[in-house]
């Protein structure tokens, strides 16, 4: 009997969604920032910006490493979790892995610094601030598994930390959504330090009770 070894065409255009999606917030959610300066945005209407604006450098500072670090690391992503490039390209494969996990490792840090001053209020400091932890310890998982050889439980925890990573393009999807539905953006920004992430986390379980889930994307 003929069996199909290739991804089926709903699992290779959610691949595609999830990559150009994660490329288009990586690149274009920082243009802004890297076009100008807080005191422009903020005087622009940004409610983000202003919540920075006024701060310390060193905070200030923090939320541009964030940025970074978070940008490189969804825009790393899907040639990470290609399996095409895994197997044609090895050596790329290991050299942007270590390239994201430094840029985890910034994004996380610096989101963990930013979380007690976020717009959200407690929510967003226990959201937020979970998120981190729970993206630089994946991440961290993930590198102890590879150095040991265990490549199955390294793709697993990729792909958890992908999760969390993609909660840069999730939280701006929910607030499109919700922006309009709660009336202002403030509102909106208190539903999504769990949601941004949480339903993701979720998706990536139940992707990864089927061994087959160890394989993917392609």
């Known amino acids: 009997m003929a069996t199909t070894t290739g991804p089926t065409p709903w699992r290779l255009a959610g691949v595609w969604w999830l990559a150009l999606t994660a490329v288009a917030i990586a690149v274009f959610a920082l243009l802004p920032y890297v076009a100008q300066p807080l005191d422009d945005l903020a005087a622009d209407g940004s409610e983000l910006a202003a919540n920075y604006a006024d701060r310390p450098a060193w905070l200030r500072l923090c939320l541009y490493a964030h940025m970074t670090g978070g940008g490189l690391a969804l825009l790393l992503s899907p040639i990470q979790l290609s399996a095409r490039i895994r197997s044609r390209a090895p050596r790329l494969h290991r ?108 998706v990536v379980e139940l992707l990864l009770r089927d061994r087959r889930a160890a394989h993917l994307p392609r």
């Open 95 to 202: 050299w942007t892995g270590r390239a994201a996990l430094a840029a985890i490792g910034i994004g996380a840090a610096s989101g963990l610094v930013l979380a007690p001053h976020n717009l959200a209020g407690p929510v967003g400091v226990a959201g937020f601030g979970l998120l981190a932890v729970l993206w630089l310890t994946f991440a961290a998982l993930g590198l102890r598994a590879i150095r040991r050889g265990a490549v199955t439980a390294h793709r697993r925890w990729a792909l958890r930390a992908f999760a969390l990573t993609y909660a840069a393009v999730t939280l701006r999807l929910w607030l499109v959504a919700l922006v309009p539905l709660t009336g202002d953006f403030l509102t909106a920004y208190r539903v999504v330090p769990f949601l941004a992430w949480v339903p993701n986390l979720v």
